[in-house]
């Protein structure tokens, strides 16, 4: 019988349709036609299986680099397939005899029975993370099962038949399938015609009623239908337009890191029924925040690799996200899993703040950090914030004369310096700041005790993770626990870091921002200044925020804010409409950490291509982006209710709270705004 190519599948379905009435029994090849791969390259998959076993070797004593270990992996398997040939026609191999040979080879004596399944289990999850079905002959499949056929998936591969079946029944499809046949258990091969006649005789078929489908025209087309079979070939122009792509990407990144990023967008691209409609925000969670988020977490998991942490606290409302990040993301980065513990840990700036305040009293520093929002005016912002009993604190007022109506801040109408100058003299009297301890020592025995709870103590050092940006939680959550003996020492990881107040670093607490720091001069990272807010609302959790530490009869109560008020409704109302951005960035968080494991890049190869999407997306946006991303209500405890003078109101003023009008018909508003943001980078 003749074969016949299609170079579309849409053609050749139509036609095997017609064939499959008069046929009883259908067969498919595997890779490339039931399952496309995302990566070009199959080979591709095996790197990171190198990195794996070589972390495992490491662990054991032996120091072999991955590199070492594929070329002794390629070595075997080439052997392997020359001592085949010497017996059968087709030169094949069998990956649990060669990878067996490899790992006793390496592990020598310290080689264990279950090394093998450890290893294979990877491999089968990298090959599963790098493999989609396609829509059309999935539907068709189950079509043809709910019509009786026999349906056959053939395969010329190294991996034998109980591999194929587990990453078929991820695909979806082991339940429409009689059998998955591999050359790698008989060395019988499509390649050479041997598969069929013997497939044939297993199954009692007959090959008059029985249709072959691959992409192979040589194994699927010519040895086919030598064999008496009818024959159909997909040569898919637009999947080779596809791989021809991610091909230039990946080779272009070998010599320019812009494209090391790229290739990493590329490689999550959702396809077949993957790529099915989505809102808008979904769209930018997954392909703008989530690469972000995903990049930021494998730079903090090296970082603990590197720095032999044992715990990451994940803080704050943030925190959720990052933490689902990692969790979805690490196993296929780290299979090792040489990583730290991880915790949530629930904590605020207003719930921290007043307990930061039993050891030191209430700090300059502080008093500054509370100023910063413009909403905060006078005393009574310092004393809701810190949480302190204003009754109680006017005699200490009075004797620098000082009312809870002063205004402390440049910003508002009614500022004199005398009062900065008068409540630096407060902040020096030491009975003042001995009734602010009292006043706040109940709120920090009540975090102590939560964060025994939680084993916070237990660690020498710990990982810090937040959104940023001053890293007020981390500051506040040091200084109401430094004076213990069992304080641990505390790295700090923000997504990006500000500094707009000194962060006083010492030997037991330190932070890093690692998308953008402000001691890092970097311009286009920079461009997150213009949407701080959409970070944190994109990765909030869906839950109030923590209002304070209160002591109870059972150790502790964490106290939540009221969610029936205006705030409370409107911060609903922002959750709810982000929920399909948060969704967009935790779906991507599992793509992102497959296709990073297969490239094998870390954080500071995706950061120049992560530059340029922030730049783009931030400093330069459309307007209707603008409109879709840009929060509807921004919660910040923090910020009081005071409007400042109409002219600092204006200065503070960003591109982001623009309206569509001025977005849409001012041509140089965006280049305005970036002017004047690169003024202030490098001015601070």
Known sequence: MSWKTYYS?????????????????????????LLIRRIHDPDLVKLPVAQYIASLAQTNGIKKSWQTIQKLRDQIEQVQRQETGETFDDLEASYPVFMKSLLQELFQERYRDNLLDVVTSYELKMESSMLVPRRQLAEWLAELHQRGKQIFIISDVYLPSDHLKILVDKAGLLSFVDEVISSADTFLAKASGKAFPLIEKRFALDKSSWLHIGDNPISDGLRASEFGLQALVLRDAREKHRKSIIKRYYNYGKGRPFYRGRALQQLMLPHESENVEQPDLYVEGYNFIG???????????????????????????????????????????????NLPEIEYLYVSRMALAGASCAVDGLTQMSVSIAFLPAGNRDFRDI?????????????????????????????????????????LELLEDESFQEEVKRQTLPANEALSRYLEDVAFFAHDQVAIVD??????????????VKHRKDCPRLHGFLFGATRGIRFSDDLKNDIQGVIYDRNRFDLSASCILYARDVFEEACRAPYPTLDGYELADNGYKLKFR???????????????????????????????GAASALLGYCFDDYRPWLNYVTLAKLAFPKSAEIANIRHKHHLDDFHGTHMPTNKNNKAIKQLWDCGQFNLRFNPLVRIRYFWRHVRSVIKN
């Not at 599948?9 to 498919?28: G, Y």
């Not at 000082?402 to 100058?421: N, W």
């Not at 959104?467 to 109401?480: A, C, D, H, K, M």
Request: proline share 3%.
């Open 9 to 33: 599948l849409d053609r050749l379905i139509n036609e095997a349709k017609h064939l499959a009435d008069s046929s009883q029994t259908v067969s498919f090849d595997l890779f490339d036609t």
């Open 291 to 337: 690469p972000m988020v995903g990049a930021f977490v494998q730079h903090i998991a090296d970082e603990c690799r590197r720095l032999g942490l044992s715990k990451i606290f994940f803080l704050s409302r943030e925190g959720y996200t990052f933490k689902k990040v990692w969790e979805k993301c690490t196993p296929l980065l780290y299979p090792d899993g």
């Open 383 to 423: 004393a809701r914030i810190f949480k302190l009993d204003l009754e109680n604190l006017h005699p200490h007022l009075s004797r620098y004369n000082l009312t809870q109506d002063s205004c402390l801040s440049p910003l508002h109408e009614g500022y004199e310096q005398k009062y900065s100058i008068r409540l």
């Open 467 to 480: 959104i940023g940006w001053l890293g007020t939680i981390q500051r506040f959550l040091y200084n109401s």
């Open 562 to 592: 009221e969610t029936t008020d205006a705030v409370g409704r409107a911060e609903k109302m922002q959750d709810d409409y982000f929920a399909q951005l948060q969704q967009g960035i935790i779906d991507s968080a599992e793509r992102f």
